[in-house]
């Protein structure tokens, strides 16, 4: 339903009283039935879930697109309004070291952020179930 009618399925959501949800990029989430929001602008996808009085702050993605391009990612995630970038995997080991985390970023101008530290500008971060600090 998201991909062929998601102001739809927003009302339906509305309807439920579902005060928010999470997104997972059309990018990154392509095969998962996430492609039809490409149709979609950042800012457009942001009217849409407020007309539907649903909230969104966060959205994951995956480390593939946002190591092939990250600028874009983060702009379309800005758009939407969102204020959390969720990476569920980095492709790596299961329980990764430190410095595996680091090796993993995408750019070298964004600090993965970690239990404990201040968020950085894109609000990005590893979901804890895969980091062992």
């Known amino acids: ?13 509305r309807r439920r009283r ?3 949800i999470e997104l997972c990029s059309p990018v990154g989430y392509a095969e998962h039935g996430f492609a039809g929001l490409a149709k979609y ?14 909230a969104c702050v966060s959205s994951h993605f995956g480390i593939q697109e946002l190591r ?11 758009d939407v309004g ?4 969720l990476v ?21 101008t964004t600090r993965w952020r970690t239990r404990g530290q201040s968020r950085n500008p894109a609000g990005l971060h590893n979901e804890d179930f895969e980091c062992p600090w």
Do not use: C, Y
């Open 88 to 108: 569920p995997s980095l492709d790596g080991p299961k329980n990764p070291t430190m410095d595996d985390v680091n090796a993993a970023q995408p750019t070298n």
């Open 41 to 54: 602008s950042g800012s457009e996808l942001k009217k849409i879930l407020s007309d539907a009085g649903v």
């Open 82 to 85: 969102l204020t959390q970038m």
């Open 68 to 78: 092939k391009d990250q600028p874009a990612r983060i702009a379309w995630a800005k």
């Open 1 to 13: 339903m998201i991909a062929k009618d998601f102001p739809g399925h927003h009302q339906t959501t």
């Open 18 to 20: 579902i005060p928010s």
